[in-house]
């Protein structure tokens, strides 16, 4: 048989009666030291940058040079090769900027010159920025406002799609560019910060 506690017992001699429950006793809480791990004796280091990829580029904060069309590896080839894009032969893939375009100092960005990674730390540590503005809400919002159905998501490029899209958000960038255009304008009407 088990053994019952006081508290037990007179919670079952309530209910026989037909007595409201008594209540809980509460013991006194007990302090114990709290253990120490390996990683608690390693002194704090304020971020200054977020964490950092393995890549040497990402490391030495090498500018990105945007230059597409000079990546000849195999695998990369391989894969403009499967593209299907309506006009493989005139799609632009270099996204370089002047270098002239702006000045040479924070808060100006020049693709193909400047470190992204160093503008995002400067950005982050210095003002309040939208990183990810809630994109997945804002759409589901639109879509119960205006009705967006498999019809909507296919568009005129994705009509002889084999498999059902709709709820593939990702799609409307193609399909519907302009409610993510529009999603995107609410969020700069809006302003207060930047948007990445």
Known sequence: MLNRTNYERECVQAKKRGLELPRKPRGKPVNRPRLQFDYDKIAPVPATEPPTPTSDAARNHTPNPYINSALVHEQILAVRAKATNLNKETLKIDHGQDSSLYPESFPHFVRGRDSARTYITSLFTSQIAIYDGAMGTMIQNYSKRNRL?????????????????????????????????????????VGGSNMI
């Open 149 to 189: 159905e498999e019809e909507e998501y296919r568009g005129d490029r994705f009509l002889d799609w084999s498999c059902n899209v709709k709820g593939n958000n990702d799609m409307l960038s193609i399909s519907q560019p302009q409610i993510i255009q529009d999603i995107y304008r609410q969020y700069l009407e």
